[in-house]
């Protein structure tokens, strides 16, 4: 039973682990490759053929961003965006790609916007529609102007993200150059290696330039992540003090069971420190096996855990014909053998700690008195 019990709350403990760091993990690559990249970069000096130069740097596109306000002039409804514009062709790169799609229209050249499927939805957007955009650039004799533009909608793209689809709207890089300007144009970095030595080398090509992480660009975000994560932490905390009250009060029967048979070998001559060891490697035996099936079935759970969700929906509609939203979230679960190793060393030690106290604690009862007492 104490076997089964260190198994059960260890795989719970592994399961829960691997979700949340699989969901947190896609949520922190969705901002790396479509909102802040790995790496923005400001710099008169540099161009993007020069960083990727550097070690460890994927690829790196030149990009400018400013908001605007667009009216669809059909509909008359209106929606500030942010619009972006990439001087590459960053539509082809494999990460961006991954977390975008062109659904339709083209991507290639465009004479207009690249709207989302959201934004087309809310303002009841259609193809080849002129929607009037309103922008802010530098003015001769003022600071900021405002500037009109009408531009055709030259296609619709969907993303994992829906807050960056929801203010996000992509045009060509020329188009937009030749309104607001390029003095506020930056480097979208994308890391394949060690983010320090990347930022530091670019700051010996350009101890000017000013390099912005992905961590620092979504600073507000990150840092609730960061607090998701402990907060995670510390629930799991609460079920590792489950699994210690269980585990003290199952080690305490355990060693209560085995008090007469301690006893007769304490009468035989053995010493209490041997008595103790025997029962101390026995329970110790017990917390192996049980970490050992516990983390096999574990990575069995974490492995299919997508198929058992497909399973347990299935079973829901078959019960109350509806579908659960359990299928419709990707759990990409995902745990290192470093945090694997961590909560198996945790439960050891308490294992070892509950059948030390244990020993110390039953065995400290004279052998005759014990003898007495037993029931045989």
Not at 14 to 43: C, P, R, T, Y
Not at 59 to 85: G, H, K, P, Y
Not at 355 to 370: A, D, H, L, N, P
Request: glycine fraction near 6%; charge should be neutral; include cysteine.
């Amino acid at each position: 039973m104490i076997l089964v019990g260190i198994a059960i709350g260890l795989i719970a403990l592994l399961v829960i682990s691997a979700v949340m760091n699989g969901l947190q993990n896609a949520q922190m690559d969705q901002l790396k490759n479509l909102e802040s990249f790995d790496l923005i970069v400001v710099s008169d000096v540099l161009d993007p053929d020069e960083i990727e130069s550097v070690n460890d740097v994927g690829e790196a596109f030149r990009f400018i961003e400013t908001n605007a306000l667009i009216i669809d002039e059909t509909s008359e409804s209106s929606q500030s965006i942010r619009i972006r514009a990439f001087d590459g062709d960053i539509f082809e790169s494999p990460r961006f790609s991954k977390s975008l799609t062109v659904i339709s229209g083209s991507k290639d050249g465009m004479a207009g916007l690249l709207l989302s499927y959201t934004t087309r939805n809310r303002l009841g957007i259609k193809y080849s529609d002129s929607i009037k955009m309103t922008f802010l650039k530098r003015g001769k004799t003022a600071t900021i102007v405002p500037y009109s533009a009408h531009l055709p909608v030259s296609g619709f793209f969907s993303s994992k993200m829906s807050e960056f689809s929801s203010s996000t709207a992509f045009m060509d890089y020329s188009i937009l150059s030749g309104i607001i300007g390029t003095d506020e144009s930056k480097i979208a970095v994308y890391v394949s290696g060690n983010q320090k030595s990347v930022v530091q080398s670019i700051l010996s090509l350009d101890p000017n330039a000013k390099v912005i992480t992905w961590q620092e660009y979504n600073k507000a975000l990150y840092s609730a992540l960061m607090l998701e994560k402990t907060l995670m932490y510390v629930f799991l905390a609460f079920m590792f003090l489950i699994i210690c009250v269980n585990l003290k009060n199952s080690t305490r029967r355990l060693l209560s069971n085995k008090q007469k048979e301690g006893a007769m070998l304490r009468a035989l001559g053995c010493s209490r420190r041997s008595v103790n060891a025997i029962f101390l490697g026995q329970g110790l035996v017990i917390s192996v096996f049980g970490e050992i099936l516990g983390v096999i079935v574990g990575r069995i759970l974490i492995a299919n855990l997508q198929n058992i969700l497909k399973l347990v929906d299935n079973v829901v509609y078959a019960v109350s014909g509806s579908r659960t939203v359990l299928t419709q979230i990707p759990f990409n679960a995902s745990i290192g053998a470093v945090e694997t190793l961590a909560v198996c060393l945790f439960i050891f030690l308490l294992s070892l700690m509950f059948t030390f106290i244990g020993c110390r604690r039953i065995y400290k009862s004279e052998i005759m008195e014990v003898i007495l007492n037993a029931s045989y």
